[in-house]
């Protein structure tokens, strides 16, 4: 049972357009969201994250969109960079009494191209 | 060091050995958790470390995998007898306060 699913496995974007990565996630319990950014043979790096409580923060180039009654969540990239060219992956917090275990989607692979 | 770090990088194994993965967190991150990543996947929750507590470990897959932190800052995840399907990269992250988890550059763990 897939909780976070990110459906598009790659996404292609010329350099300064704009790149939209789409999540979308079941659990109503998940109340915190991530988006981390990976490079070949490195661990995935921390990117910007939003709340429940929020439908957008910004960081930068960086957007971050949630609409809780859809259960979806998408980062925009503004303008797109090529090394912005890496895997994406969307997570989820569910926090249960002390734990805050992350639950990842499969990861959307961008590419910038020039 | 200023992020996290693991070791080996790289491991291979043959069939059937013990193997064991070190983790050494940001200073001062309290909380530490294990993932396991598949090629091809997001990264899975193996176990979390509140300090030198095991406080979840419900995502270890089975009774050969086993995860120890015993003065509350370094970490070893230790794989028995080793099965191909336990090929993956394994990931180690830290947390501080709040929600975010910083993360290692992983260990790649081949079974032949």
């Known amino acids: 049972d897939q909780q976070v699913k990110q459906n598009s496995p790659s996404l292609s974007v010329q350099e300064g357009r704009i790149s939209i990565l789409n999540c979308d996630y079941t659990?109503?319990?998940?109340?915190?969201f991530l988006w981390y950014k990976k490079y070949p043979a490195e661990g995935p790096t921390f990117l910007i994250s939003i709340s429940s409580i929020k439908d957008k923060n910004e960081d930068g180039r960086f957007t971050v969109f949630l609409n809780k009654s859809a259960k979806h969540l998408s980062l925009h990239i503004v303008p797109s960079q090529p090394g912005d060219s890496a895997v994406y992956f969307c997570?989820?917090?569910?926090?249960?009494?002390?734990?805050?275990?992350?639950?990842f989607g499969t990861g959307t692979r961008l590419q910038v191209t020039l | 060091g200023a992020g996290v770090s693991q070791s080996p990088r790289y491991k291979v194994a043959k069939r059937g050995q013990d193997v064991a993965l070190r983790c050494d967190p940001i200073?001062?991150?309290?909380?530490l958790f294990w993932y396991q990543q598949a090629l091809g996947q997001g990264p899975e929750f193996l176990t979390y470390?509140?300090?030198?507590?095991?406080?979840?470990k419900s995502g270890l897959p089975s009774d050969r995998f086993f995860a120890e932190r015993p003065e509350g800052s370094v970490s070893t995840l230790k794989i028995q007898r080793t099965q191909q399907e336990d090929s993956a990269v394994y990931l180690c992250?830290?947390?501080?306060?709040?929600?975010?988890?910083?993360f290692g550059p992983g260990t790649r763990l081949t079974v032949l």
């Open positions: 659990n109503s319990m998940f109340d915190y």
């Open positions: 992250a830290s947390r501080f306060r709040g929600d975010t988890q910083y």
């Open positions: 997570a989820a917090n569910v926090i249960t009494g002390t734990a805050s275990k992350l639950t």
């Open positions: 200073s001062g991150h309290v909380s």
């Open positions: 470390f509140q300090n030198e507590a095991q406080l979840d």
